[in-house]
Antibody, heavy 125, light 106 residues
Framework: QPQLQESGPGLLKPSETLSLTCNVS??????????WGWIRQSPGKGLEWIGN??????????PSLKSRVTISVDTSEKDFSQFSLKLTSMTAADTAIYYC??????????????WGQGILVSVSS | DIQMTQSPSSLSASVGDRVTITCRAS??????LNWYQQKPGKAPKLLIY???SFLSGVPSRFSGSGSGTDFTLTISSLQPEDFATYYC?????????FGGGTKVEI
């Protein structure tokens, strides 16, 4: 079972761009069954899927955020063990705990496991 | 988007009680229904996937059932470590969506 760890700034100003990185260790990153993504949790909106990416670079996003989101894999690492989230034009409504997750897809089932510990991102002037 | 509705939003129970949480999808999601457990200050943890399947380490007192639009999570005998918030999730189609959660309190 791999471990996922988020990193990035905890405080942003309105209109700034959020950049988070997820480091994956202790398990394979490259697999046809694994997608790597982000989910956020806020008191107002609950759990919200942001999007995910396959190691090949194929990405899918929540339509509600698609115009502002980019998820990418970090190809500078030889073992492809990092992926990143960029969310532009941040507002107070984007204040949330951001989790990186592994999405597992097998025949007839899809689930999210494991999750990172989460990183609290606040947006305030 | 597929709406996931959980009930109740909270419940009070005692150790040893049988607890049932329901989740209803706004359209048929076949068996693409997962349950997560979240304790305060922690990330959600996968409990059950594909309605009733488990990864290793999940106690047998947890079970899931249902199909189509109506699903149930049952804890047969509530233990102290089970007091948490439970979320259902549909993975039938993107965007992935979650229920609003059920907080199980003492």
């Amino acid at each position: 079972q791999p471990q996922l760890q988020e990193s990035g700034p905890g405080l942003l100003k309105p209109s700034e761009t959020l950049s988070l990185t997820c480091n994956v260790s202790g398990g394979p990153f490259i697999s046809s069954s694994y997608y790597w993504g982000w989910i956020r949790q806020s008191p107002g909106k609950g759990l919200e899927w942001i999007g995910n990416i396959h190691y090949s670079g194929s990405a899918d996003y929540n339509p509600s955020l698609k115009s502002r989101v980019t998820i990418s894999v970090d190809t500078s690492e030889k073992d492809f063990s990092q992926f990143s989230l960029k969310l532009t034009s941040m507002t107070a409504a984007d204040t949330a705990i951001y989790y990186c997750v592994r999405r597992v897809i097998v025949t007839g089932a899809i689930w999210f496991d494991p999750w990172g510990q989460g990183i609290l991102v606040s947006v305030s002037s | 988007d597929i709406q996931m509705t959980q009930s109740p939003s909270s419940l009070s129970a005692s150790v040893g009680d049988r607890v049932t949480i329901t989740c209803r999808a706004s359209q048929n999601i076949r068996s693409f229904l997962n349950w997560y457990q979240q304790k305060p200050g922690k990330a959600p943890k996968l409990l059950i996937y594909s309605v009733s399947s488990f990864l290793s380490g999940v106690p047998s007192r947890f079970s899931g059932s249902g199909s189509g639009t109506d699903f149930t999570l049952t804890i047969s005998s509530l233990q102290p470590e089970d007091f948490a918030t439970y979320y259902c999730q549909q993975t039938y189609t993107d965007p992935i969506t979650f229920g609003g959660g059920t907080k199980v309190e003492i």
